[in-house]
């Protein structure tokens, strides 16, 4: 799992005239934020009345498939999730909405960290695959096996669809106590699927039985809540379609650059509007990726350096410890201080789908500083929500709670367009603009990993297969006048029992 962070923060304390630290451990357990849930009006010309509850129609969509706001819940922290009806009679479970990944998978078997699990042995639509299967995650893995069964979205779909389900048997580090979610919902292409591409995904799945558009979109409202606990902040994971209620202003789109995570092409960055010049091809080792499944804005280590060092210098805060930006530690103010005007805006250029523009995102510190519950009731806390990444950037949850991003598999792009939910005390906290020259940027910023590039894979095999042919050239060569001699040693052994006889 990429989710979970460890439990050990311990406080700093910051702020105008107070330079003393106290260091106190956090009580995670009182870390609880309760939002009530209400539905949002829908685009009313397609509002329909079911049961009570009002449905959006997504257009192009077969009458009896529906759409749903605000049927997620959760927060960055831990993840946002979806609840799902599995197998018949329907067990109810929570799977986490995760767009770094692609299978789905639940939990098959009782674990000691969460409270239920789906019981293969009680559905008699359940059919077993006889596949073993194991994902691991850059956090937690699972072991399990695959089948298949009925589902239906509670919440979202009407009809019931078969889909491919990994029960899982044994894991590590994967599910989190005190979250409410029994399994994943691995969102990104089949590339990515364990054991292998060719088990279908779950929106494939859908795509093809429920005949929608390929394209689903996602609302995480987290922003300006804590971020730790079983809180219950709202979401919508729209299947098929774009719910005009959930965005305002207009969406940008990014191209998908390879279809396996949600890869998309990182121009620049700027931290208070200063640009940090670095080679664009910097921001995309060895990938630039969006993932609801992973918590925090990772950057790749040069790049979280620069940030780092950006924002110490435009800050005017001088006693930060390394344990605040490593994330090991939080920063403190006296209430009702609050640090939002010591800290920089932060931006992320990616590249338009017409390729000579890119557009900004643009955060500011409250959706980059993440409020956490402590003890101390005179204090407001903050961790920081950016780390450091070895192997991609990835625009994770804390990112993705400003925008309403629309994931057009259609036409292999991304959307952004500001979340009508990224709001602290009445006020956007997040913007987006464009166009933007590309000018200043050298041409492409994705180095291409050789072993990626179909040309190259067709060239390796057709040299592989010259290799082979050689080869076999060679054994049979080496082989004829071998099978001559054993004739022969046969022959002779034959002959000498034929004797002794
Ligand atoms: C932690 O919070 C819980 C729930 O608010 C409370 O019951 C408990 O006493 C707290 N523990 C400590 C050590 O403060
Ligand atoms: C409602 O949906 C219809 C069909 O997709 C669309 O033409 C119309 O513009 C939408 N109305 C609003 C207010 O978004
Ligand atoms: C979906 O499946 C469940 C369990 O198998 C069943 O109770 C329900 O009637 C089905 N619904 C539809 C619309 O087929
Ligand atoms: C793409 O952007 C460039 C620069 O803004 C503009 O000149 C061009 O017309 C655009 N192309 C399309 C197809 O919109």
């Known amino acids: 799992m990429k989710l979970p962070w460890t439990f050990s923060y311990f406080l700093i304390l910051m702020g105008t005239?107070?330079?003393?630290?106290?260091?106190?451990?956090?009580?995670?357990?009182?870390?609880?934020?309760?939002?009530?849930?209400?539905?949002?009006?829908?685009?009313?010309?397609?509002?329909?009345?079911?049961?009570?509850?009002?449905?959006?129609?997504?257009?192009?969509?077969?009458?009896n498939f529906l759409t749903m706001v605000d049927n997620l819940q959760g927060n960055s922290g831990r993840g946002y999730y979806l609840e799902m009806l599995i197998g018949t009679p329907p067990q109810k479970l929570n799977v986490l909405v995760d767009t770094g990944s692609s299978n789905f998978a639940v939990a098959g078997a009782p674990d000691p960290d969460i409270t239920t699990y789906f019981d293969t042995t009680k559905s008699s639509t359940y059919y077993s695959l006889d596949i073993d299967v194991s994902v691991r995650y850059a956090q937690g893995s699972w072991e399990g096996v695959l089948g298949m069964d009925v589902i239906t979205v509670h919440k979202g779909l009407v009809d019931n669809i078969t889909i491919n389900i990994a029960t899982i048997l044994e894991s590590e580090d994967f599910f989190?106590?005190?979250?409410?979610?029994?399994?994943?919902?691995?969102?990104?292409?089949?590339?990515?699927?364990?054991?292998?591409?060719?088990?279908?995904?779950?929106?494939?799945?859908?795509?093809?039985?429920?005949?929608?558009?390929?394209?689903?979109?996602?609302?995480?409202?987290?922003?300006?809540?804590?971020?730790?606990?079983?809180?219950?902040?709202?979401?919508?994971?729209?299947?098929?379609?774009?719910?005009?209620?959930?965005?305002?202003?207009?969406?940008?789109?990014?191209?998908?650059?390879?279809?396996?995570?949600?890869?998309?092409?990182?121009?620049?960055?700027?931290?208070?509007?200063?640009?940090?010049?670095?080679?664009?091809?910097?921001?995309?080792?060895?990938?630039?990726?969006?993932?609801?499944?992973?918590t925090l804005l990772r950057l790749p280590p040069k790049v979280f350096d620069a940030v780092v060092n950006a924002i110490i210098y435009l800050s005017l805060i001088e006693d930060f410890t390394n344990g605040f930006w490593t994330g090991s530690e939080l920063a403190c103010w006296h209430k009702p201080e609050t640090p939002w005007s010591y800290f920089p805006d932060l931006s992320i250029y990616l590249r338009d789908v017409n390729t000579s523009?890119?557009?900004?995102?643009?955060?500011?510190?409250?959706?980059?500083?993440?409020?956490?519950?402590?003890?101390?009731?005179?204090?407001?806390?903050?961790?920081?929500?950016?780390?450091?990444?070895s192997n991609a950037l990835i625009i994770g949850a804390t990112i993705m709670e400003g925008f309403y991003v629309i994931f057009d598999r259609d036409e292999k792009k991304v959307g952004f367009a500001v979340s009508s939910c990224a709001e602290v005390s009445g006020s956007l906290v997040s913007a987006i603009s464009g166009p933007f020259t590309t000018k200043d940027v050298s041409g492409n910023c994705i180095s291409t990993n050789p072993f990626r590039e179909p040309i190259l894979w067709i060239i390796c095999y057709a040299l592989m297969s010259v290799c082979g042919l050689i080869l076999l050239t060679l054994i049979l060569l080496l082989l004829l006048p071998q099978r001559q001699s054993i004739e022969v040693v046969n022959d002779a052994s034959s002959l000498v029992r034929h004797r002794w006889k």
């Open 17 to 63: 005239g107070c330079d003393s630290q106290i260091v106190l451990p956090l009580n995670m357990s009182s870390a609880m934020v309760k939002t009530p849930r209400k539905i949002k009006p829908v685009n009313s010309s397609q509002q329909q009345e079911l049961g009570g509850l009002s449905l959006a129609l997504e257009p192009g969509a077969k009458i």
């Open 176 to 294: 989190v106590q005190g979250t409410n979610w029994q399994g994943i919902l691995g969102l990104a292409y089949n590339t990515l699927s364990k054991p292998s591409s060719s088990v279908e995904t779950f929106f494939d799945s859908l795509v093809r039985q429920e005949n929608i558009p390929n394209i689903f979109s996602l609302q995480m409202c987290g922003v300006g809540q804590l971020v730790t606990g079983s809180g219950t902040n709202k979401g919508s994971l729209v299947l098929g379609g774009i719910e005009p209620s959930l965005y305002t202003g207009e969406i940008w789109y990014t191209p998908i650059k390879e279809e396996w995570y949600y890869q998309v092409e990182v121009l620049k960055l700027e931290v208070g509007g200063q640009n940090l010049n670095l080679d664009c091809t910097v921001y995309n080792t060895d990938k630039a990726i969006v993932d609801s499944g992973t």
């Open 357 to 389: 523009r890119s557009f900004r995102l643009t955060i500011q510190p409250q959706m980059y500083l993440h409020h956490m519950l402590t003890v101390e009731e005179n204090l407001e806390c903050y961790r920081f929500g950016i780390s450091s990444s």
